[in-house]
């Protein structure tokens, strides 16, 4: 069993040891989701041994083939590898807590700010965020649309959001890509099962192939977690917007606008952002301008792009105790996650077989570029250039990041810069 909560009975798991690894590598483990996964190898197969190669390839193929946050995703699950539950959760704020506290203390900065519309240094954020998602969806594009049907599939879907803009049309969007997916690619044969399907997984990981399968037999215990922590990710996911509308209640509205990107979003962090903007700007949460502000300074942290969600947390509930606010955002975009790992991982030997989801998946892979690239326009593009030097100056920033391979963060201390300095 690839994910199982129980450890080795030679090994003697210590949940100070977990918390204290992924403390460290929450502080340390910048450059996105997959920078993310080659820190995780590095350090709890080479140096710890905690899993081996194969191991370590099985979770990473499950927490790809689930929607939400990869790399915090196969954080949960080695941590459940190592010690159970509570090594879980344990290793699930360890990593994510560095950047948490700086999302939120960010935000309490722009509090104190008020009117942001005239900030230079914003300004200079948007652009900057201009050049990380045109990025996200130049390297995501390469990896999961190389052939014609699924290029068309983007399109399409980008085209639909264009046209039709709202959660329900980038739902719709997945759910099409997911069908045609399945029509298209059903009698292709499937990948190797360690073979990645929304991301590059570090080239050193073995396929699982390399050796004999494990057993199958699930714990009864633990398939009746596993099939609890399911029923509530969907019970939460069909009637959460439902409740919400009902009680009028606005933290109900407020938890269910950012648990629903965690539970859909397919292909990394970037693509949570269109998601996220279409359930709390038009509801009155956050303004653009505060949004895309937290966008950009999330690009500038270690750990998960999803502690953006701490920072959105703390700017809807301001005041001296926004921090709560910020808590709770963060508990509402990881749920999913962490119910979806825990119910999903006793089942992945079987479920990871499936030629039909492997088809799906390749749509949906498609279908999510085209959601990311209408973002780019809109709000991305539409809201940072204004002007030819706007559009200029987030030609440089892409092509640093691009071409140059300058970190996240320095391109946006850059564009912040440039924002404040020289565009202004």
Known sequence: MAASPTHSPSTHPSLGEVAAVFIKLGLTSFGGPIAHLGYLRVECVEKRKWV???????????????????????????GMRRAGFAGAFLASLGF??????????FAYGVAQLGDLHSQGWLHGLKLAAVAVVAQAVWGMGVKLCPDKPRISLCLAGAA????FPGAYTQIAVLVGGAVAGFWLYRDLPSPSPSTSTHSTQPAQSSPSSAR???????????RITAIFCL?????????????????????????????RPGALVFGGGHV?????????????????????????AAQAVPGPLFSFAGYLGAAVYKGPNAWVGGLFGLFAI??????????????????RKKAWMQASLRGANAAVVGILLAALYTPVFTQGVKSPKDLAAAFVLFGLLESWKVPPWLVVLLGAAAGQWVLS
Do not use: K
């Open 96 to 105: 994510l807590l560095p950047s948490a506290i700086a999302m939120i203390a």
């Open 334 to 351: 990881f749920l999913p996650c962490w119910l979806l790992v825990a119910g999903a991982a006793p089942f992945w030997n079987q479920l």
């Open 231 to 259: 029923v509530l990710f969907f019970a939460l996911l069909a009637f959460g917007p439902s409740a919400a509308t009902v009680t009028q209640n606005h933290h109900l509205t407020f938890f269910n606008a950012l648990y």
């Open 160 to 163: 639909a959001l264009l046209f």
């Open 212 to 222: 004999p399968s494990r057993p199958t037999t699930i714990p009864g215990w633990l």
């Open 272 to 296: 949570v952002l269109p998601l996220l903007r279409e359930g709390l700007v038009p509801a009155g949460f956050v303004t653009d301008d505060t949004f895309l502000a937290g966008y950009g």
């Open 52 to 78: 081996d190669e194969t191991e370590y390839a099985d979770l990473v193929a499950l927490c790809q083939f689930l929607p939400g946050p990869t790399s915090s995703q196969v954080v949960f699950a080695l």
